[in-house]
């Protein structure tokens, strides 16, 4: 039994031209009413994984005194779906992410309490778009496994996928070419590349699965953002230049990156290069996933950054 408390709760989420009311699913691990430390929010990547790889977070609930909020995005998990809107990309945009974001932090009354935000991924770069928008209450920020650009991304995958065995390479690219990313071929070709440079541990941990899980049952904002696999950005994402923003970010930052990350750290260095307060840290045991595989290391960096005075 967990010595810490946990509450899952509902917000309305007035998601402009969405059609529908929708809502905001959040789960907090500690208590903000108990707890005077500023709680950490953590952004999900994807789009669309959905927070349950996150709730390795917990740790510093536990270790540290860190309250943590997780919330699914809009589109995904148990916040309101819209596959109506596949393709739409007038309707998926940062914009409405903030958007969403910044209804919870108000919601949660954190703005003069103050906050930290984690963003993995995609909530990377969502979170960095964020900060750069110097939004009232953010203290620190720590971006995991985030491209600082998306050109620069499809470079790194393309530089990943020559370590990849020629068969599985050729199988990848053929299948990319053709538009095929449903066939058992792919699907096959495509576990490789997770398996050496998004999540390392096999079998993969129980809530990683389900974050595979999550986009398998709503792929709407993935594949109108990014486009239908990891290797080849075709969405609306795909010429995004996050790190021209990011010297507006005021907020203390840390970067943290894997060795065998599909974000490689060429793929980060400009947001160390553009944010005025960064530290930055490549962990050597892991990939994508650092939280997962590199989990007391991981832990460790956070919890101390978010803890010194």
């Given at each position: 039994?967990?010595?810490?408390?946990?509450?899952?709760?509902?917000?309305?989420f007035?998601?402009?031209?969405?059609?529908?009311?929708?809502?905001?699913?959040y789960?907090?691990?500690?208590?903000?009413?108990?707890?005077?430390?500023?709680?950490?929010?953590?952004?999900?990547?994807?789009?669309?994984?959905g927070?349950?790889?996150?709730?390795?977070?917990?740790?510093?609930?536990?270790?540290?005194?860190?309250?943590?909020?997780?919330?699914?995005?809009?589109?995904?998990?148990r916040?309101?779906?819209?596959?109506?809107?596949?393709?739409?990309?007038?309707?998926?945009?940062?914009?409405?992410?903030?958007?969403?974001?910044?209804?919870?932090?108000?919601?949660?009354?954190?703005?003069?309490?103050?906050?930290?935000?984690?963003?993995?991924?995609?909530?990377?770069?969502l979170?960095?778009?964020?900060?750069?928008?110097?939004?009232?209450?953010?203290?620190?920020?720590?971006?995991?496994?985030?491209?600082?650009?998306?050109?620069?991304?499809?470079?790194?995958?393309?530089?990943?996928?020559?370590?990849?065995p020629?068969?599985?390479?050729?199988?990848?690219?053929?299948?990319?070419r053709?538009?095929?990313?449903?066939?058992?071929?792919?699907?096959?070709?495509?576990?490789?590349?997770?398996?050496?440079?998004?999540?390392?541990?096999?079998?993969?941990?129980?809530?990683?699965?389900?974050?595979?899980?999550?986009?398998?049952?709503?792929?709407?904002?993935?594949?109108?953002?990014q486009?239908?696999?990891?290797?080849?950005?075709?969405?609306?994402?795909?010429?995004?230049?996050?790190?021209?923003?990011?010297?507006?970010?005021?907020?203390?930052?840390?970067?943290?990156?894997?060795?065998?990350d599909?974000?490689?750290?060429?793929?980060?260095?400009?947001?160390?290069?553009?944010?005025?307060?960064?530290?930055?840290?490549?962990?050597?045991?892991?990939?994508?996933t650092?939280?997962?595989?590199?989990?007391?290391?991981f832990?460790?960096?956070v919890?101390?950054?978010?803890?010194?005075?």
């Amino acid at each position: 039994m967990s010595a810490y408390p946990t509450s899952e709760n509902e917000i309305p989420f007035a998601a402009p031209n969405a059609g529908k009311p929708c809502k905001t699913w959040y789960k907090i691990v500690g208590s903000l009413s108990e707890s005077t430390t500023p709680p950490l929010i953590a952004l999900h990547g994807g789009p669309g994984s959905g927070h349950d790889y996150l709730e390795a977070l917990a740790d510093l609930t536990e270790g540290r005194g860190i309250p943590v909020v997780l919330y699914d995005q809009v589109g995904c998990g148990r916040s309101t779906h819209l596959r109506e809107k596949a393709g739409d990309e007038a309707f998926w945009t940062f914009d409405l992410f903030i958007r969403q974001l910044d209804e919870l932090v108000d919601h949660l009354d954190l703005r003069l309490r103050g906050f930290h935000v984690l963003g993995q991924s995609w909530g990377g770069m969502l979170a960095s778009a964020y900060a750069a928008r110097r939004p009232r209450g953010l203290r620190r920020l720590v971006l995991s496994g985030a491209p600082a650009s998306m050109p620069l991304y499809k470079q790194a995958c393309k530089q990943r996928l020559l370590e990849l065995p020629e068969d599985v390479r050729e199988t990848i690219q053929e299948c990319d070419r053709k538009g095929d990313h449903e066939s058992a071929e792919f699907k096959s070709a495509a576990a490789v590349f997770i398996k050496k440079f998004v999540c390392r541990i096999d079998p993969p941990p129980e809530p990683i699965q389900r974050t595979f899980r999550n986009i398998r049952d709503d792929s709407t904002a993935y594949t109108t953002m990014q486009g239908h696999s990891e290797f080849d950005t075709v969405g609306s994402l795909k010429d995004w230049e996050g790190w021209k923003d990011a010297h507006n970010i005021q907020a203390e930052t840390l970067l943290v990156n894997g060795r065998y990350d599909e974000v490689m750290d060429f793929v980060v260095e400009p947001f160390f290069r553009t944010i005025n307060k960064v530290k930055w840290v490549t962990l050597e045991n892991s990939s994508h996933t650092s939280l997962w595989e590199d989990r007391e290391r991981f832990m460790q960096l956070v919890g101390d950054f978010l803890s010194y005075e």
